[in-house]
């Protein structure tokens, strides 16, 4: 075989590998996204439906069965006060809408939390506390320096003393 050809069909059958693992890689890439789209799209069929539900609940008024109302504690009420009367009604929250109160206000917690860690691991807080923190390396630094020689010139003056007193 002449080596042109043979060189020819060399590059042939690698631009046809090339090709059939592209495609294979294409079509395994195309499957996945596909049933992650179907996993999605299931999710929010899912979360739908839950959103009905609780807009379904919400609309109609909670029924008590219980109609009596405990007291946790004792809060605001003096010693004076006769024990066996019953306290004032405290006012009754619908347990949706404490439920609602209480998802809301974990959600503003969370949303100050990331937004103070987003301003404190902020590039200029960090080069500002990198700054204060090498000037007070310096200072504690020069501090003790001049400790060490403060306790030299003692040391010095009480061995020049006893030697004089001798």
Do not use: N, W
Not at 30 to 37: D, H, Q, S, V
Not at 86 to 102: I, N, Y
């Amino acid at each position: 075989m002449d080596l042109p050809v043979l060189a020819t069909l060399v590059v042939g059958a690698v631009l046809l590998v090339a090709v059939v693992v592209l495609t294979v890689a294409l079509v395994r890439t195309r499957a996945r996204t596909t049933a992650a789209l179907a996993a999605a799209r299931a999710d929010v069929a899912a979360l739908a439906a839950q959103v009905h539900d609780i807009e379904r609940r919400l609309a109609r008024p909670a029924a008590r069965t219980d109609e009596r109302e405990y007291v946790v504690t004792v809060l605001g009420r003096d010693e004076a006060d006769d024990p066996d009367e019953e306290p004032a009604a405290a006012p009754v929250v619908p347990a949706p809408l404490f439920a609602d109160l209480v998802l809301r206000e974990g959600a503003v917690q969370a949303a100050s939390l990331a937004a103070g860690l987003r301003r404190a691991l902020a590039p200029e807080v960090r080069h500002r506390i990198r700054f204060e923190m090498r000037r007070e390396v310096k200072r504690a630094r020069k501090q003790r320096r001049a400790d060490l020689r403060q306790a030299k010139r003692e040391l010095g003056d009480r061995q020049r003393s006893g030697r004089q007193a001798a």
